[in-house]
């Protein structure tokens, strides 16, 4: 969503690191870039200006302070990462929880907007952390949408309160009274109420929401919002917040193709931090919101600790620690190692999603765009058509072996073999990192440690000598 925001950020800040001396002048210039950045990304004009004085005001005095060269870009680009990351919201903040069970969730926003999938993947969230959660139907306006909440809690194994058909029927805050005395009667730790929503915000809209509040008094009200909306993703924002209230902000849709001007906008129009996202449509694409993180994005560094959390749910432990094992022991890394690395890499989810966390992955935006999904489960199937010792050696692999592969997995014997190059290239650069050599392409001075080799205890006992003066050598006395 924030590629072109990331790319005139990263023009602004190469720039002004290749003046050397910045002075007062090119600080001025940097703001102006960055400014229009931000308004042509719709972000509201009050955030933007608030924005840029901000970071005009801390750079000009830390000026006369900078030494010269590199470090005074540096030191202006943390101070717009500083300011960027207090935009959105600052530190992340996580749900407040009920000291008496069952924790209310209400969420509210407008039709359209994605409450009811939201509902199932915060559901689903918490009830990977042990949690106990309980989906109410409150939403009786919007045709069907009882049945879907129904069949977002069925895909996430999470029981659904929905005593009304709804599709106009019914009274949406007895519903919501009902589900809560429901939810302490089965001992249910968390209970999230769907509501309903309008096209717009209007009168009707607001009261029926209020009503829901009062009548549940919950513990956390979160308002679900567009982030493709821009300004009017501000707009109605606010007038939530007078109507309504809420505690914070969830964005839907930010893996979408829209400027992402609402992110960067809401926190700090409302005043309210964003506290969950939203990154795809499948039920796992959703996590806490971390505005550093979010920040490290934007301005292209990246976002390495998301991507080592996805990768830490993705990787079995024990997989992990038997692979360590292999290569501190000097063992070779085999094609079955492989396979089980491609397999936990598929459970990561869209691999141009993955390598978009990647620091510079701006710079890489067509070849990430261009990345061919499909190659991976190619990958599997011509593995999968290996016998066991084929995998674990390679070197068995003739021409009619790769020709049986090659029927079995689909692909051409060019295919097969192209893998099994590449297999063998890597497992000679394997070899070099543990060995403390320099793999091919790396610059002079960047080479590894040798890794320390893992020798078994040699537990054969020792014949003993006959001659008792060599004995007492032998056994160190």
């Not at 004085?53 to 870009?73: C, H, M, V, Y």
């Amino acid at each position: 969503m924030f590629e072109s925001l990331t790319s005139r950020f990263g023009g602004a800040f190469s720039s002004l690191r290749s003046r050397g001396k910045i002075s007062s002048s090119d600080i001025e210039t940097t703001c102006e870039e960055i400014r229009q950045a931000l308004l042509e990304s719709d972000v509201a004009l009050s955030v933007v200006e608030e924005f840029i004085e901000d970071i005009r005001k801390k750079s000009l005095d830390a000026l006369p302070t900078l030494q010269s060269g590199s470090n005074q870009a540096n030191a202006i680009f943390e101070i717009v990462n500083a300011s960027l990351i207090a935009i959105l919201g600052g530190q992340a903040r996580r749900v407040r929880f009920a000291k008496n069970p069952p924790t209310v969730i209400m969420l509210a926003g407008l039709q359209g907007a994605g409450k009811t999938t939201l509902a199932g993947k915060l559901a689903k969230f918490y009830a990977d952390q042990g949690n106990t959660p309980l989906l109410i139907a409150s939403d009786l306006q919007r045709p069907n949408a009882v049945t879907q909440l129904q069949v977002v809690g069925e895909s996430v194994n999470v029981p659904v309160f929905a005593p009304e058909l709804g599709n106009g029927q019914g009274d949406p805050v007895k519903v919501a009274k009902a589900g809560i005395e429901f939810a302490k009667s089965k001992q249910y730790n968390m209970v999230i109420v769907d509501t309903a929503g309008r096209l717009g915000v209007d009168k009707e809209l607001m009261k029926q929401a209020s009503d829901i509040r009062d009548a549940v008094n919950p513990d956390e009200i979160l308002f679900v919002v567009d982030a493709m909306m821009g300004q009017d993703a501000v707009r109605t924002s606010q007038a939530f917040l007078d109507g309504v209230g809420f505690d914070g902000v969830v964005l839907t849709k930010l893996d979408g193709d829209a400027r992402g001007g609402a992110a960067l906008s809401i926190a700090s129009m409302t005043k309210r931090p964003i506290m969950f996202a939203s990154t795809g449509e499948k039920l796992h694409e959703f996590d806490i919101f971390y505005p550093e993180r979010m920040a490290s994005r934007i301005l292209g560094l990246g976002d390495v600790a998301t991507l080592a959390e996805q990768a830490k749910k993705a990787f079995d432990t024990d997989t992990s620690a038997k692979l360590e094992a292999k290569f501190a022991s000097g063992e070779d890394f085999t094609l079955e190692d492989f396979l089980e690395q491609l397999q936990a890499m598929s459970k990561m989810g869209n691999m141009s999603k993955i390598l978009g966390m990647l620091p510079g992955a701006g710079q890489m935006k067509k070849q990430i765009e261009n990345f061919d999904e499909g190659e991976i489960i190619r990958t599997k199937a011509i593995v999968q058509s290996m016998t066991p010792a084929e995998r674990r050696e390679p070197k068995l692999l003739n021409g009619s072996r790769r020709a049986r592969i090659a029927m079995g997995s689909g692909r051409k014997v060019s295919d097969v073999n192209n893998l099994v190059d590449r297999f063998s290239a890597a497992q000679k650069m394997m070899k070099q990192v543990r060995n403390g050599g320099m793999p091919a392409g790396m610059p002079p001075g960047m080479a590894m440690p040798a890794m320390p080799k893992v020798t078994k205890p040699n537990n054969k006992k020792k014949s003993k000598s006959g001659n008792p003066a060599k004995r007492a050598l032998e056994q160190g006395l």
